[in-house]
């Protein structure tokens, strides 16, 4: 059932077994594998069914690190940022969870195989295909496709299946509306989780709408979901009772926020012999019940012995490179004018001459990079207030000179394999400096800022998402992610969101 | 127009004439050479002109090479960067050994080697390996091309 929040009598009080607060990804996910139990769930929306700007007003904050895009990077209506959501899907690898001694902060509380049955689950709600993620064969199309053969053990060919992409809100909101035991207030904001005199459990959430109403849920057990950047605004404006907002005891609320900086044409690519690049590299392929893309992506022994974190390589076809091109074609204004010429030596050693002018072919790329946790990364409250009366997102996006320079050792990493394959070359056109001028772009990924960890002092979550040193309360998402891995984020939080609703199911099957 | 342009519409034959005639002339410089330094390096006159053999053009590379000129110090004789070369595809250099298709082989093999080492140069932003940048070094060399000039010690060719 849904139930518009600004028609509930002020003053109402809901009684309930869990109250989900965000009804995006991880909040409907878990709502529906909570249909049909014997358990009363309240679902919590800020939004309505449709984009509405007053509401997405409400994520207007300040951004004083990188310059970043508060309001714009997510979406606050039924279904979340699902509403905009790409599609991309693909697990985190085995590594991405451990502890790497070269990763200050790295080493997630679970491991990849806690959440490998929940990844099966999680392909199943997001629409994608089978799960073959670095199956060579399946997308080999009866060897019609075969990867690229780079040496050097430090570069490889994995695979990103797609989501249609499924708009959640649309997608499953008959099944919420007609579950049964689900009740979903719409236009509806968590002013504050009010938890108990010693800040040990919570007690009520305080409601309140745009028009004015102001009501109460009173929950037995909170999933805060409402994104990787507003989980950790709502605990920290949470704080009637505990100053520094809830599980907030070691400053850790909000820090750590990591994205995944994007960089369009970091490197370009020539290949002598364009024919031997199968089609799911270049672009989205269906294949095998399944829409797929090739990506470049760095081994796990590549990582271990250089200490990177990793990246991950899209590639694309630009353009047919011949000796007989003009300068005009070849492009002086970006320095192309040398392509001709770098075939031309590639092919003097490892390919038979150019017999009709057709050299080679160049390749764009574009790529997503792993930061490194970074606790002053963070959000805060700002001092100006929204349309509700509460401090808005204040965001202090950092990141590294080192982060830099992982990224340009991984390009040089992805240089070694062409040249060794001999094939082709790489161009890095990433700049080499220290910093981040601003960043050259983001994925939407919002992570880190309640991140998971088995002590209270690193992180905000433990194993099962559960706040540390609150009984009752629990954050689905993005914002747990110890570390960010590479690959976008919605397939792990879809995983975990699927992982915590058997764990709070389980609890209340127990009668806890 | 320069050197660059005027090459780049020439045909291949005639380049090839014109790196015959640029070798000879490594030929007759390395004969004025000391006696000592002709025992280090002997015949790379025509290992250099082996080399320029297996390139499918010349004048490519010696564009190449111009372009690394510029943003390296790299020796500007023939003779020293093709000793250069040799020692890369074999330690003890390369002593007119083989055939045309085993100095190729043994070409591409240091080229690979060079990458899996990380031993790369960048030229314009190209990752290349610097067997491969020594080749256009050479090759702009024997072409004349006087980049760099200025800059560059007498012999010393740039490793590491």
């Known amino acids: 059932m849904f139930i518009d929040g600004r028609q509930v009598p002020d003053g109402t009080i809901i009684d309930t077994d869990i109250a989900i607060i965000g009804a995006g990804a991880a909040g409907i996910t878990i709502a529906r594998e909570l249909t049909g139990k014997d358990i009363r769930v309240t679902l919590i929306e800020s939004g309505g069914l449709q984009f509405e700007p007053e509401s997405q007003s409400l994520y207007e904050g300040e951004s004083v690190g990188v310059p970043y895009a508060l309001d714009s990077s997510r979406l606050r209506y039924f279904g979340g940022s699902t509403n905009h959501w790409g599609g991309w899907c693909r697990p985190m690898q085995p590594i991405d969870f451990e502890q790497r001694d070269w990763v200050p902060h790295s080493g997630w509380p679970i491991t990849y195989d806690d959440l490998a049955p929940y990844y099966e689950r999680a392909n199943d709600i997001a629409q994608v295909g089978p799960v073959r993620y670095n199956d060579t064969d399946w997308w080999s199309d009866d060897g019609k496709n075969k990867i690229l053969p780079l040496p050097g053990g430090e570069v490889t060919t994995r695979w990103f299946e797609y989501s249609p992409p499924t708009r959640f809100g649309q997608f499953y909101r008959k099944a919420i509306e007609k579950a049964p035991n689900v009740q979903t207030y719409l236009h509806s904001n968590v002013l504050e989780i009010v938890p108990t005199a010693n800040a040990a459990m919570v007690d009520h959430l305080r409601i309140g709408t745009l028009s004015g109403v102001r009501f109460e849920v009173r929950p037995k057990l909170v999933i805060l979901a409402t994104g990787g950047i507003e989980n950790a605004r709502v605990l920290l404006m949470s704080n009637s009772v505990a100053k520094a907002g809830l599980g907030n005891d070691n400053d850790v609320v909000g820090r750590y926020f990591m994205e995944h900086p994007h960089v369009d044409k970091p490197v370009e690519i020539l290949l002598t012999n364009p024919e031997i690049v199968a089609p799911y590299y270049k672009t989205y392929t269906k294949l095998n019940g399944a829409q797929i893309r090739a990506v470049f992506m760095f081994t796990d022994e590549y990582l271990r012995a250089q200490r990177r974190l990793g990246t991950v390589m899209t590639f694309y076809e630009s353009k047919d490179v011949r000796a007989d091109d003009t300068y005009d074609e070849r492009g002086i204004s970006e320095n192309r004018s040398l392509e001709p010429d770098i075939l031309q030596m590639i092919r003097s050693t490892n390919a038979t001459p150019a017999e009709d002018g057709a050299l080679g072919k160049r390749y764009g790329t574009g790529c997503a990079t792993e930061q490194a946790p970074n606790p002053i990364s963070r959000i805060m409250l700002s001092h100006s207030k929204d349309a509700l009366g509460l401090q808005r997102t204040k965001m202090d996006w950092r990141l590294t000179t080192d982060d830099r320079t992982n990224l340009r050792k991984n390009l040089e990493a992805l240089s070694r394999a062409f040249g060794q394959w001999g094939g082709g070359a790489v161009k890095i056109l990433f700049k080499d400096k220290d910093r981040w001028d601003e960043a050259e772009g983001w994925g939407n990924h919002h992570m880190g800022t309640t991140r998971m960890s088995a002590d209270p002092r690193k992180g905000v979550v433990d194993a099962n998402c559960k706040v540390h040193g609150m009984d009752n309360l629990y954050v689905a998402g993005s914002s747990v992610f110890t570390t960010s891995a590479t690959v976008n984020p919605t397939l792990t939080l879809l995983a975990l969101a699927h992982r915590l609703a058997d764990h709070v199911a389980e609890k209340f099957t127990r009668g806890a | ?160």
């Open chain 2, 1 to 160: 127009m320069s050197n660059n342009q005027e090459h780049a519409h020439e045909g291949h034959p005639a380049i090839s004439r014109r790196n015959l005639l640029i070798l000879g002339g490594v030929a007759i410089v390395a004969g004025a050479l000391p006696v000592t330094f002709l025992a280090l390096e002997p015949d790379n006159s025509h290992f250099a002109n082996d080399l320029m053999s297996l390139l499918a053009e010349p004048d490519a590379a010696a564009r190449l090479g111009t372009e690394w000129r510029k943003v390296a110090t790299i020796a500007r004789e023939p003779a020293v960067i093709a000793s250069s070369i040799g020692k890369r595809l074999n330690p003890h250099g390369w002593h007119n050994q083989g055939t045309p298709e085993e100095l190729r082989e043994a070409l591409k093999a240091a080229i690979v080697r060079d990458y899996a080492n990380n031993d790369m140069v960048s030229i314009s932003g190209w990752q290349i390996a610097r067997t491969s940048a020594e080749l256009c070094a050479l090759a702009a060399s024997l072409s004349g091309d006087s980049t760099g000039d200025e800059a560059a010690p007498a012999a010393h060719a740039e490793h590491g």
